[in-house]
């Protein structure tokens, strides 16, 4: 194989890592090449850190070495790509849509997302902006910003968008102090009455707040109420995960 052939092979395979974390076998059919040529790529991208893998004989996900790459090509990607495989499993474990966000300004923007297999889907909000106080993302991140933010942002009118939005200060007030308490947050209806979600803060080396990871969708089906306390866990888990990961 010429090292051009193997560069070109190479990123064959992590565009496929790309869609989602996978084995030998799974990798070898999506990048249509032999599995002993998959497993020589592997290896080799391994000891690069440009893949990782779960354990001895598990899947290969995309390495963190990919997303020091990424943000130095583009501001902000590296925290794209580095959040991909981890929206990934919310979306596996949960069969609904997860998502990733920052803060901007008074906004919520949402930066990415993993949409679900299901039928019914609540559309993509991939480049859009909400008001922080409405949804989960917003009030994670709005939960570690300096009091002179909060207070300026409290102080302006706010938007009420469903019958269940919540605008009181003191009532989002108590609502931040519970999610610092709890590491994540959910909103029932508050900025579409058709959606509900949870999101999680991701933090960075120093602690502080930087996005969020969230799972929504229709409200009709999500969440089973016996799952709530299972979801948002498996939320902040996944947001701690890709947290140490960028610490790293």
């Known amino acids: 194989m010429s090292g051009v052939q193997s560069i070109e092979r190479a990123f064959v395979v992590m565009r496929a890592l790309a869609v989602g974390p996978a084995g030998v076998t799974e990798l070898a059919e999506r990048c249509d090449l032999p599995k002993s040529t998959v497993a020589r790529i592997l290896n080799a991208l391994e000891d690069q850190d440009a893949v990782e893998q779960d354990e001895t004989g598990g899947d290969y996900r995309l390495g963190p070495s990919l997303a020091d790459l990424a943000g130095a090509a583009a501001p902000g990607r590296n925290l794209i790509t580095a959040a ?14 997860s998502g990733l966000s920052v803060i901007d300004r008074d906004s919520v923007l949402y930066l990415d997302h993993y949409e679900s297999s299901e039928e019914v889907l609540v559309r993509s909000w991939t480049g859009e902006r909400v008001p922080l106080h409405l949804v989960p993302s917003g009030l994670v991140m ?4 300096p009091e002179e933010f909060l207070a300026s942002y409290l102080a302006k009118p706010l938007a009420s968008t469903t019958a269940k939005s919540v605008t ?12 610092q308490a709890t590491g994540f947050a959910w909103g029932f209806a508050e900025f579409d009455e058709s959606i509900n979600s949870v999101a999680a803060p991701i933090t960075d080396h120093t602690g502080a707040t930087i996005a969020a990871l969230h799972i929504h969708g229709p409200a009709y089906r999500f969440p089973e109420r ?6 948002a866990e498996i939320v902040r888990l996944s947001a701690d995960r890709l947290s140490q990961q960028l610490t790293y």
């Open 142 to 145: 709005l939960a570690d910003q």
């Open 84 to 97: 991909r495989p981890h929206l990934w499993d919310l979306t596996e474990a949960t069969s609904e849509t």
């Open 226 to 231: 016996s799952q709530v306390a299972e979801i």
């Open 168 to 179: 009181d200060p003191a009532a989002i007030r108590l609502r931040l102090r519970e999610i």
